[in-house]
């Protein structure tokens, strides 16, 4: 074994380490998702200093509280977490978790277990059955639906059977990670691998993403897609012909509020491109660009449709999150045969 080798691989243990057995430096959350043939558990590690930035509280208030309302801080926060958590089966199949189980201190923990809330950790897991075995996984979270842009740093960790497949990766809000499983080959522990590249997230692993904002007064879609999805046989993608290929996929999206077609000139569009504040990409290709789609309201809307008219057999699957008002989040999907985002109001 190299070198190199022995250093990937222990830089990727590295992050089995349970966080709260680290002592220095300010630990970030991660997400464990163990997937097996029919079922498929998921374990996200949340740092408290996290919970604390999603619920707005700070260090002081923090130091302030009694242990219950510590302990009802952490699980409101971490129920939210779970909420924002989603997996898609197969492009298309949106998974409920069959139980949630939080793993948060009581009203008794004490005082010194809630100390340093950059290193201690409370413990979400969520579990799946599979009506079959899942040729591919989508993994998707909106833990901040505001623009505040907490927790994008976020890691995923995908094991199959037990054994590592895919070394961690950034999950972030606009990056969803998807995999393929094989289920005719069992996965090999990490230290006898010769290619230790097959467990590289890559441009396979990063689908196109978008968001729907329905906010009061105003609405917004945004579409995220890595560069060499939307030009895939162009080793060098110059600015102008980037901002050509958005132009072209930017009008086979159309928005319909309560079943009317909004005009073009009555859309604001802006473009952007280039890496995101949560992508951890260095190749171009894997890095993202897009548009947004803004429309100013006078009244709140009772439904908001987003549809792609035009087949965009490379952009396909597209991953969309539906926030209400920065808060109340949804999971949805674009395919070949789902060419509609449905909203319809708040429940």
């Known amino acids: 074994m190299t070198w190199l080798k022995r250093i990937c691989i222990l830089s990727a243990l590295a992050v089995l380490i349970p966080l709260t057995a680290l002592s220095h430096g300010r630990n970030h959350s991660v997400i464990r998702a163990d997937i097996s043939e029919s079922s498929g558990t998921v374990e996200i590690s949340a740092v408290l200093k996290d919970l604390m930035e999603l619920s707005g509280t700070s260090s002081m208030e923090w130091d302030a ?23 898609i089966q197969d492009q298309e199949r949106i998974l409920e978790p069959e ?10 923990t004490p005082d010194t277990l809630w100390m340093n809330p950059d290193q201690q950790s409370v413990g979400i897991q969520l579990a799946y059955s599979f009506c079959s075995a899942p040729a591919r996984l989508t993994f998707m979270q909106w833990f901040d639906p505001s623009d505040r842009d907490l927790l994008h740093h976020v890691q995923l960790l995908i094991r199959q059977g037990g054994e590592m497949v895919m070394f961690p990766a950034a999950l972030g809000k606009q990056s969803p990670t998807s995999f393929p499983f094989n289920w005719q080959a069992v996965p090999g522990n990490i230290a006898d691998l010769v290619d230790l590249d097959t467990l590289i997230c890559s441009l396979d692993n990063r689908p196109v993403s978008s968001v729907l904002r329905i906010d009061a007064g105003s609405i917004d879609y945004s579409v995220s897609i890595p560069i060499g999805t939307i030009s895939p046989e162009d080793r060098e993608l110059s600015e102008e012909k980037l901002l050509s290929q958005l132009k072209r996929i930017r009008r086979s999206f159309n928005i319909m509020i309560d079943g009317t077609k909004i005009r073009e000139e009555a859309l604001s569009t802006d473009y952007f491109s280039g890496i995101k504040p949560d992508s951890a990409h260095s190749n171009v ?6 548009f947004v789609m803004s429309l100013n309201l006078d009244a709140s809307p009772g439904t908001v449709s987003v549809i792609s008219e035009d087949n965009n057999p490379q952009l396909f699957p597209v991953y969309c ?22 909203w319809n109001g708040s429940n």
Do not use: M, W, Y
Not at 72 to 87: E, H, K, Q, Y
Not at 99 to 108: M, Y
Not at 328 to 338: E, Y
């Open 65 to 87: 509280l009694d242990n219950k309302g510590r302990t009802r801080l952490v699980r409101d926060s971490a129920t939210l977490l779970a909420a924002r958590f989603c997996i």
């Open 285 to 290: 290709k894997e890095q993202r660009a897009g």
């Open 99 to 108: 139980s949630v189980n939080l793993q948060i201190p009581d009203d008794e």
């Open 321 to 342: 999150a539906i926030i209400e008002n920065g808060d109340s989040v949804q999971f949805t999907t674009l395919n070949s045969h789902k060419t509609q985002i449905i």
